[in-house]
């Protein structure tokens, strides 16, 4: 969850601690509340005005009250010594702040259907013993907690009511969600009651913290106490969740973060349904592919996929996915990079079967994969044997990295753990003004790949770089583990020390 300290630059979650008082608005229509058409000037650039956006939409946003129970401090918490002889007095100072006091905090909703299911941020209702409604016409109602969803910060409450009105989601990567398009933002800002606020889309796909996130930026003013509200494009659609702002100050300076409804509408379906999120796990472990591995990777032609590092038990490796393989697609869509593979799998149904396309050895293969439920996978760790390290014994030097075959002196000097079952070379000496340095290489790592091809020997390493140099290429692929954590790195041939 995003932090709540105010610092210089700091991303705050936009809950408010301050009580609020509403005004009464306009009349609540039945259907779903959307303009029939954007209201713009003449030569449809700009809004002239966005009074009817905003009275079409503002009957289905709502302020949200949590009141919950803090227990109060124990003793004098560190003011005095533990038995000091003025505990007692500290003790009788306290006085009623002894006992638990309610604290309330504000946030803001929207309401997404008729029958009383409202959207808004996990944070403004974690925790909270009661949670009350407050409608733009000034009504009150108490609502029950549905579901939540940590990862993206999103929470799905319900009122007992028929015919709200209500707003619905449109497509956060569609027309009127691009940089530059209008967008209001609509919430409860610092307890001051119901406020709109204008601005525009100032950047797209913007990841703050979490695997999930998809962030809409904007320049409309949201502060504190705006968080759940909703981010509207000129059709009256919800293309964002109000969540968080980047601040030295606490306040708006023009940089607001909405999460997409792409990815609030899939979590909202899932706590509709179940009460919580069921999302797909492929289990692999993937890494982004870097502009320098275009030429060390068969068949690459951009900086495209994800680059598959390990696969432990689970639904890739029973699809015969392999470490080294680019998935390029993933159920038919092109996979731009890991976080939004990440993405895509997760919005997929579990126990689904899907294709999935990966660059192998210079060709593509379709392999048909059928998803796990990440929920249930997150925590396992796989599971690997106990192994005595490999006997042996020679150096190679190559791509500015000393490499020699491993050895109990060896796992001891660099503290590698006697269980860690991986084949391979150890690094022994980096060369600080190699390509290797640069990319972080160090002395105790493992290489295990070299050219997406297992290395056991220092000769089986000589002989990949050889083979690199005599096709030409500018560089060469390694498989890097350290800590039982793989990844890889291309390290440039040309001029590498011990390669000339």
């Known amino acids: 969850m995003l932090g709540t300290a105010l610092s210089l630059s700091a991303v705050l979650p936009l809950s408010a601690q301050d009580a609020a008082t509403q005004v009464p608005g306009a009349q609540s229509p039945d259907a779903a509340l959307t303009p029939d058409q954007p209201v713009q000037t003449p030569d449809d650039t700009r809004p002239m005005s966005f009074a009817d956006l905003a009275e079409q939409v503002s009957p289905a946003v709502v302020n949200i009250t949590t009141t919950s129970i803090v227990e109060a401090q124990a003793g004098p918490q560190g003011l005095v010594p533990e038995g000091s002889p003025f505990e007692d007095f500290f003790n009788d100072l306290q006085g009623e702040n002894g006992r638990p006091q309610r604290s309330q905090a504000l946030g803001s909703g929207f309401v997404i259907s008729s029958d009383g299911y409202i959207v808004t941020n996990n944070h403004v209702i974690e925790g909270a013993d009661e949670i009350q409604i407050e409608f733009f016409s000034g009504?009150?109602?108490?609502?029950?907690?549905?579901?939540?969803?940590?990862?993206?910060?999103?929470?799905?409450?319900?009122?007992d009511a028929a015919d709200l009105p209500f707003v619905e989601f449109g497509d956060s990567e569609g027309e009127g969600s691009s940089v530059g398009d209008w967008v209001l933002a609509m919430g409860n800002p610092l307890g001051q009651g119901f406020s709109v606020s204008a601005g525009i889309v100032s950047a797209r796909d913007r990841e703050l913290s979490g695997t999930y996130d998809d962030y809409i930026q904007t320049d409309a003013a949201i502060n504190r106490g705006n968080s759940g509200g909703p981010l509207f494009n000129m059709e009256g659609k919800v293309i964002g969740v109000n969540t968080a702002i980047l601040s030295p100050t606490g306040g708006s300076i023009g940089i607001g973060f909405a999460m997409s409804s792409n990815v609030v509408r899939d979590v909202v379906a899932q706590l509709q349904e179940f009460g919580e999120t069921r999302r797909g796990w492929l289990g692999v472990r993937i890494q982004d592919v870097t502009p320098d591995m275009v030429d060390a990777i068969a068949g690459l032609e951009a900086a495209n996929g994800a680059l598959v590092t390990d696969v432990p038990e689970g639904p890739a490796a029973d699809a015969g996915i392999e470490s080294g393989d680019v998935i390029v697609t993933f159920n038919d869509e092109p996979v731009a990079d890991t976080h939004e593979l990440v993405r895509k799998v997760a919005a997929a149904p579990v126990g689904e079967t899907v294709p999935m396309e990966v660059l192998r050895d210079g060709e593509r293969v379709t392999l048909q994969v059928t998803l796990g439920r990440r929920e249930e996978a997150e925590g396992a760790v796989p599971a690997s044997a106990d192994a005595a390290p490999q006997d042996g014994g020679g150096e190679v030097e190559g791509l500015g990295l000393t490499l020699s075959q491993?050895?109990?002196?060896?796992?001891?000097?660099?503290?590698?753990?006697?269980?860690?079952?991986?084949?391979?070379?150890?690094?022994?000496?980096?060369?600080?003004?190699?390509?290797?340095?640069?990319?972080?290489?160090?002395?105790?790592?493992?290489?295990?790949?070299?050219?997406?091809?297992?290395?056991?020997?220092?000769?089986?390493?000589?002989?990949?770089?050889?083979?690199?140099?005599?096709?030409?290429?500018?560089?060469?692929?390694?498989l890097v583990q350290r800590a039982g954590e793989p990844r890889f790195v291309a390290l440039s041939i040309e001029g590498a020390s011990g390669n000339e």
Do not use: Y
């Not at 029950?144 to 969803?149: A, C, Q, R, S």
């Open 406 to 478: 491993q050895t109990p002196e060896l796992h001891e000097r660099f503290d590698i753990p006697g269980n860690l079952d991986i084949e391979g070379l150890i690094v022994t000496e980096v060369d600080p003004a190699s390509d290797a340095a640069e990319k972080g290489i160090e002395p105790g790592d493992i290489i295990t790949e070299a050219g997406q091809q297992p290395i056991v020997t220092t000769d089986d390493f000589t002989a990949v770089v050889e083979a690199a140099e005599e096709a030409g290429r500018r560089s060469v692929l390694l």
């Open 139 to 159: 009504e009150v109602m108490d609502a029950e907690l549905v579901g939540t969803d940590r990862d993206t910060d999103v929470a799905l409450l319900k009122v």
